[in-house]
């Protein structure tokens, strides 16, 4: 008799709860009095509850109030506010991309406009931002459906997923920075007066312009803008012969928080602000100076034409007199 065991299968590791729920392989929680209570229903009033007011507004007692139990009644669900967060996070996630596009360009672009939505319709998505391994089956989803907007594309497999995540960067990123939500009004409407041409010299007539007024129209071009200057990278990238993945140093952080780098930063931006002031004395020198010299320009044809016509005069004279 073989006394060989066949072949051997790694254990599957035990799941947080959470990643256990999002993946169905939980064990269904012992039911309360209120049998109809499930994990569903309490991540949806979760996430009602941060749509309205904001992800800080969630908490175990709000939720519970929400679904009308006891707060320690959802414990049998969640095991606390991370579980609840990561659950909220996967369920806003569910997102589903037609994905018939002609071209990559136009598969990733419907791709983006449908993660955006969701990011739209659940602002506090970009206070979870996407980490650079999605863990949960939505999550994971985004990456399947972009996958497919790149399938035929002659890109290495290890560059398709960091471009989804870049992309995915972006979207996050700029859902976050274009929101208005935390910006204190008078602030917005004082930096046309506090971002000085001395100080941002470049900067501050964008600002003067309201490159920074809340209007959904440029907050729209924008994010177009920058999705397709991403999409050029990509295609300069894809042009290449080489198009292996580029590494960069990554900077200790104890440089910039080093006393010596931190000096010489403020020297150089001292020298900048110097320079700027010097190119702008330089400036308003040459610009008197050609007034001067086009003041004297006006000034000797002025005088140059009252001779001509002096001239012109005294010809006139003796002309009338000769004939006389």
Do not use: C
Request: charged share 25%; proline share 6%.
């Amino acid at each position: 008799m073989s006394t060989d065991p066949g072949p051997q299968h790694a254990e599957t590791p035990v799941l947080p709860h959470a990643h256990a729920v999002t993946w169905g392989v939980a064990a269904l929680p012992h039911r309360g009095p209120k049998r109809e209570l499930t994990t569903e229903r309490i991540v949806e009033a979760a996430i009602a509850i941060a749509d309205e007011h904001g992800l800080e507004a969630v908490s175990m007692g709000k939720v519970a109030a929400a679904v009308g139990v006891a707060p320690m009644s959802l414990y049998r669900y969640v095991t606390g506010k991370d579980d609840l967060l990561l659950l909220m996070y996967d369920t806003a996630s569910e997102i589903t991309v037609p994905g018939a596009a002609e071209t990559w360009r136009k598969g990733l672009r419907e791709w983006a406009m449908f993660v955006r939505a969701a990011y739209d319709a659940h602002p506090w998505l970009a206070d979870l931002p996407p980490s650079s391994t999605p863990t949960t089956p939505n999550r994971l989803a985004i990456i399947e459906a972009g996958l497919t907007a790149l399938e035929g594309v002659r890109m290495p497999d290890d560059g398709k997923v960091p471009t989804l995540l870049l992309l995915l960067g972006y979207i996050a990123l700029y859902a976050k920075a274009s929101s208005n939500a935390a910006v204190d009004d008078a602030v917005r409407r004082a930096l046309p007066e506090l971002v000085t041409d001395e100080r941002f010299p470049l900067l501050a007539p964008a600002v003067r312009a309201g490159v920074f007024e809340p209007v959904d129209t440029d907050r729209d071009t924008g994010f177009g803008f920058g999705l397709s200057r991403l999409f050029d990278g990509i295609e300069r990238w894809l042009e290449r012969t080489d198009n292996t993945a580029d590494s960069i140093d990554r900077l200790p952080t104890a440089i910039t928080s080093d006393k010596q780098v931190r000096e010489a930063a403020k020297l150089v931006e001292k020298a900048r602000i110097d320079l700027r002031q010097a190119e702008s004395k330089a400036a308003d020198a040459v610009a008197k100076v050609t007034d001067r010299l086009r003041a004297a320009e006006s000034k000797a044809e002025a005088a140059a034409e009252r001779e001509a016509a002096k001239a012109a005069l005294k010809a006139a004279k003796a002309e009338a007199k000769a004939r006389r």
